[in-house]
């Protein structure tokens, strides 16, 4: 049973922008911090932005002041928001309930199948 189902990826230029969406079944998206994650080609894993307990929003360096992650609760929808993207950017992206809320090194407990997001200079 898919539990968390990504869209929205795509190839975009250098300085554009994607929105990354999240479909997130009900009970997982109530009892879990929800989070972003992204692995390039090569690379490991690393943690992009998350919610976390209160509400607050938790971002990467390398994506602060360029990346958005919101929700909306109607739909039990997650998103990320990405602005001016450069060629780092590409990447697969994940969404993710954390096992741990604010602890993107402890991962998630359940994670999609991943969106790819291509960046080209």
């Known amino acids: 049973q898919v539990q968390l189902v990504e869209s929205g990826g795509g190839s975009v230029q250098a300085g554009g922008s994607l929105r990354l969406s999240c479909a997130v079944a009900?009970?997982?998206?109530?009892?879990?911090?929800m989070a972003w994650f992204r692995q390039g080609l090569g690379k490991e894993r690393e943690g992009v932005a998350a919610?976390?307990?209160?509400?607050?929003?938790t971002y990467a360096d390398a994506v602060k002041g360029r990346f958005t992650i919101s929700k909306d609760n109607s739909k039990m929808t997650l998103y990320l928001q990405m602005d001016s993207l450069k060629p780092e950017d590409t990447a697969t992206y994940y969404c993710a309930a954390l096992k741990l809320c604010a602890d993107f090194e402890a991962g998630g407990r359940y994670w999609g199948q991943g969106t790819q997001v291509i960046v080209s200079s």
């Open positions: 009900g009970d997982i998206y109530s009892r879990y911090c």
């Open positions: 919610f976390n307990a209160d509400g607050t929003t």
